[in-house]
C-alpha cells in the first residue's frame, strides 16, 4: 500500500474519471443531452475519495474522515442533479443547448473534448484530498477539526438552498416567477456560495498537512469558475433570457454570491 506514490495515485484517478466521462459522453451524445456532464462531475470525487482511502499510505483515521466528508458531498449533490436532470432527460439543459448551438457542426467532437477537460478538473481540483491523504501523522490537528466543522456548514447551506429553490419550482403558481424566498432573498446563487465554502473547508482541512497551502489552488479555482465561466455567469444569461424583467429587479434587489448581504 505504501508504495502508491502520490503521482501514481493521481494517474489512476485522472484514468478512472477520463474513463467514466468517455462513457457518458458516449450516453450523452446518444441522447443528446450534455447536461448529464454535471451529474458524473460530481460523482467522480467520491471515486477518487474511494482509490485514496484503498491506496493512500496515510493515516486511516484522516483518510476515512475525510473521504467520508467527499463521498457524502459528492453522492448528494450528483443525486441532487440526477433527480434534476432525468426529469428532463430529452430536453438538454438550456445552458448546453446554447453552448451546443454555438459551437455547430462540430459541436459534437468538442463536447467530446470537454468531457475530459471535466474529468482531469476533478483530478487538480481534487489536489487537497491527495495532500491529505499522505499525510502519515497520527494525530488530527485543530485544522482538520475545523475543516470538518465548516464542511459541515457548507453541506447543510447548499443542500437547503437546493431543497428551497426545488420547493419553489414545484408549486405551480410560482411559474415564470424568480425564487426570492430563504437563502434566495439573500443571495442569487447560495447554493454556488456553499459549493465553494465547501471547497475552502477542503482547504483549511488540508492545512493540517505538510504542503497542505497547495490545497489553496481548489477553492481558488472553484471561485474564479463560479464567479467568471460556468457558473454565475451561464445561469444569469439564461435567467435573463427566461424571465426577463423580472429577473432584472432581482439582480438590482439581492446580492449576487455572499448570502448574508442584502441589497435593499
Given at each position: 500500500?505504501?508504495?502508491?506514490?502520490?503521482?501514481?495515485?493521481?494517474?489512476?484517478s485522472l484514468i478512472a474519471c477520463c474513463v467514466i466521462m468517455f462513457f457518458v459522453w458516449l450516453w450523452s451524445y446518444k441522447i443528446k443531452n450534455a447536461g448529464?456532464?454535471?451529474?458524473?462531475?460530481?460523482?467522480?470525487?467520491?471515486?477518487?475519495?474511494?482509490?485514496?482511502?484503498?491506496?493512500?499510505?496515510?493515516?486511516?483515521?484522516?483518510?476515512?474522515?475525510?473521504?467520508?466528508?467527499?463521498?457524502?458531498?459528492?453522492?448528494?449533490?450528483?443525486?441532487?442533479?440526477?433527480?434534476?436532470?432525468?426529469?428532463?432527460?430529452?430536453?438538454?439543459?438550456?445552458?448546453?443547448?446554447?453552448?451546443?448551438?454555438?459551437?455547430?457542426?462540430?459541436?459534437?467532437?468538442?463536447?467530446?473534448?470537454?468531457?475530459?477537460?471535466?474529468?482531469?478538473?476533478?483530478?487538480?481540483?481534487?489536489?487537497?484530498?491527495?495532500i491529505v491523504a499522505m499525510n502519515t501523522n497520527t494525530e488530527l490537528s485543530l485544522f482538520e477539526y475545523a475543516g470538518a466543522i465548516l464542511w459541515l456548514i457548507?453541506?447543510?447551506?447548499?443542500?437547503?438552498?437546493?431543497?428551497?429553490?426545488?420547493?419553489?419550482?414545484?408549486?405551480?403558481?410560482?411559474?415564470?416567477?424568480?425564487?426570492?424566498?430563504?437563502?434566495?432573498?439573500?443571495?442569487?446563487?447560495?447554493?454556488?456560495?456553499?459549493?465553494?465554502?465547501?471547497?475552502?473547508?477542503?482547504?483549511?482541512?488540508?492545512?493540517?498537512?505538510?504542503?497542505?497551502?497547495?490545497?489553496?489552488?481548489?477553492?481558488?479555482?472553484?471561485?474564479?469558475?463560479?464567479?467568471?465561466?460556468?457558473?454565475?455567469?451561464?445561469?444569469?444569461?439564461?435567467?435573463?433570457?427566461?424571465?426577463?424583467?423580472?429577473?432584472?429587479?432581482?439582480?438590482?434587489?439581492?446580492?449576487?454570491?455572499?448570502?448574508?448581504f442584502r441589497k435593499v
Amino acid at each position: 500500500m505504501d508504495n502508491h506514490s502520490v503521482w501514481a495515485l493521481a494517474l489512476y484517478s485522472l484514468i478512472a474519471c477520463c474513463v467514466i466521462m468517455f462513457f457518458v459522453w458516449l450516453w450523452s451524445y446518444k441522447i443528446k443531452n450534455a447536461g448529464v456532464v454535471d451529474i458524473f462531475w460530481s460523482y467522480n470525487f467520491p471515486v477518487i475519495a474511494i482509490i485514496l482511502l484503498l491506496l493512500a499510505p496515510g493515516f486511516e483515521m484522516r483518510k476515512i474522515l475525510l473521504c467520508s466528508m467527499v463521498i457524502i458531498a459528492g453522492v448528494r449533490l450528483g443525486t441532487h442533479l440526477a433527480v434534476r436532470v432525468l426529469k428532463h432527460l430529452h430536453e438538454e439543459e438550456p445552458r448546453y443547448a446554447q453552448i451546443r448551438k454555438e459551437w455547430g457542426a462540430s459541436a459534437e467532437v468538442k463536447m467530446a473534448g470537454f468531457f475530459q477537460m471535466q474529468a482531469a478538473s476533478n483530478v487538480l481540483l481534487a489536489i487537497p484530498f491527495f495532500i491529505v491523504a499522505m499525510n502519515t501523522n497520527t494525530e488530527l490537528s485543530l485544522f482538520e477539526y475545523a475543516g470538518a466543522i465548516l464542511w459541515l456548514i457548507s453541506v447543510i447551506g447548499e443542500a437547503t438552498a437546493d431543497q428551497q429553490l426545488a420547493n419553489f419550482k414545484k408549486n405551480p403558481a410560482n411559474k415564470g416567477k424568480v425564487c426570492d424566498t430563504g437563502l434566495w432573498g439573500y443571495s442569487r446563487h447560495p447554493n454556488y456560495f456553499f459549493e465553494w465554502l465547501m471547497w475552502v473547508s477542503y482547504f483549511v482541512f488540508a492545512l493540517g498537512s505538510p504542503y497542505g497551502y497547495l490545497a489553496i489552488i481548489s477553492p481558488a479555482i472553484i471561485l474564479y469558475l463560479l464567479t467568471k465561466v460556468t457558473g454565475i455567469p451561464a445561469t444569469e444569461q439564461q435567467s435573463l433570457r427566461s424571465k426577463g424583467e423580472a429577473f432584472k429587479r432581482y439582480q438590482e434587489k439581492v446580492s449576487v454570491f455572499v448570502p448574508w448581504f442584502r441589497k435593499v
